[in-house]
């Protein structure tokens, strides 16, 4: 089952749904981002989670490690690129792989933008986890 039932009445989703639609980690219900990832307008991430409060910058400068985490998706984008382009056309011309790599570079940087702090978030900063009190409808009235 893809959801957690919270006293019957509330339905949150599961750790990979929410982090797929780049939901609060610890309530799983609030929005990270304000806007969408491919729009006209730039990236903006919320400062808090509009559900239960959790401000996603735990500390100054805590996203700079999200610009590793952005490197080595780029990374990963580029080799799997460079070994499909070299599988499908057998070129061995350097233009064609600088220009198709830097291409998909552009195109998927709002998506390693967004999902390398979704990761950070997630799974890579440790005593970060889950609250299901959070997730509670009735959770702003209490806290």
């Not at 219900?29 to 991430?45: I, L, T, V």
């Not at 499908?88 to 390693?112: K, M, R």
Request: aromatic share 16%; net charge positive.
């Amino acid at each position: 089952m893809n959801t957690l039932h919270i006293n019957n009445t509330t339905m949150v989703p599961s750790q990979l749904s929410a982090a797929v639609h780049a939901k609060c980690p610890k309530c799983r219900r609030g929005d990270m981002f304000a806007n969408k990832m491919y729009s006209f307008s730039s990236q903006k991430m919320n400062t808090q989670c509009s559900h239960c409060g959790f401000t996603f910058e735990i500390e100054p400068g805590y996203f700079y490690v999200a610009m590793f985490v952005s490197y080595a998706f780029n990374v990963a984008q580029m080799v799997s690129m460079a070994v499909a382009i070299y599988v499908l056309t057998g070129s061995h011309n350097p233009w064609a792989y600088v220009g198709a790599l830097l291409g998909v570079s552009v195109l998927l940087s709002p998506f390693n933008f967004r999902y390398s702090r979704v990761a950070l978030l997630y799974w890579l900063t440790p005593n970060l986890y889950f609250d299901p009190d959070r997730a509670r409808d009735d959770y702003k009235k209490i806290g």
